[in-house]
């Protein structure tokens, strides 16, 4: 089982500059989240998604849009790349909710500049 | 709302000491509590969790109780090593879509 992947590892973009972050999971989740972690902060959660055909906004949607058309996959796509959207970006899974774990894959690194 | 706050780090300490990070919480109803460590360069990993008042959550010689009446979740560890230095994160999930709600992470090393 590979779990939760997410290509790239990293990435430099110029402002204005769209890309897509790539995210999939083989362990059959039906959930499925992106988060932003900032330096010396918790993670944010932009949007997530309760299963195929499904998304909607977290606490910082802003700048992003997502999609969801298999169980497995989940790309986070942004538009019109800003310096504040420098950040790690992580992608997780978890098989439902009400106390469920959830995975998490290794982190893309963006910089924008 | 719903909030965690963390103990500010970092935190450092040397091997074999004990180690306490604290950890509170705000929320309505009754959320599960987590722990998830990060070490250098990685995603996060589930440490421990527990999932209704009183339950003690423990794994690799971590652990942490929830209490409600403090609304507190502190992860303890009596002897820590090395290879323990990470950031650990204490979360909260409520059942709205499964979403957690992180602390701001405390920063751990451990010296020889």
């Known amino acids: 089982n590979a779990g939760v992947t997410q290509t790239p590892k990293f990435r430099i973009l110029k402002i204005g500059q769209s890309m897509t972050l790539q995210c999939t999971q083989d362990m059959n989740h039906n959930y499925m989240y992106w988060y932003r972690q900032d330096p010396g902060m918790g993670l944010k959660l932009i949007y997530y998604s309760v299963g195929a055909g499904i998304t909607d906004k977290g606490e910082v949607p802003n700048g992003y849009n997502v999609s969801r058309s298999t169980t497995e996959d989940f790309p986070l796509r942004l538009e019109l790349a800003a310096p504040s959207q420098t950040s790690v970006y992580f992608c997780?899974?978890?098989?439902?909710?009400?106390?469920?774990?959830?995975?998490f894959g290794p982190g893309t690194r963006l910089l924008v500049l | 709302g719903n909030s965690v706050t963390q103990m500010e780090g970092p935190v450092t300490l040397s091997e074999e000491a004990f180690l306490t990070i604290n950890c509170t919480y705000t929320a309505t109803g009754y959320p599960s509590l987590f722990w998830y460590v990060q070490y250098p360069g990685e995603g996060l990993q589930l440490l421990l969790k527990a999932t209704k008042a009183d339950d003690k959550g423990s794994n690799k010689g971590f652990e942490a109780t929830y209490r409600k009446e403090t609304t507190s979740f502190h992860l303890e560890k009596g002897s820590v090593q090395v290879s323990d230095s990470a950031v650990y994160f204490c979360?909260?999930?409520?059942?709205?879509?499964?979403?957690?709600?992180f602390g701001q992470g405390t920063e751990l090393s451990v010296k020889p």
């Open positions: 997780a899974s978890s098989y439902s909710t009400g106390g469920e774990t959830q995975y």
């Open positions: 979360a909260l999930l409520y059942n709205q879509g499964g979403k957690l709600i």
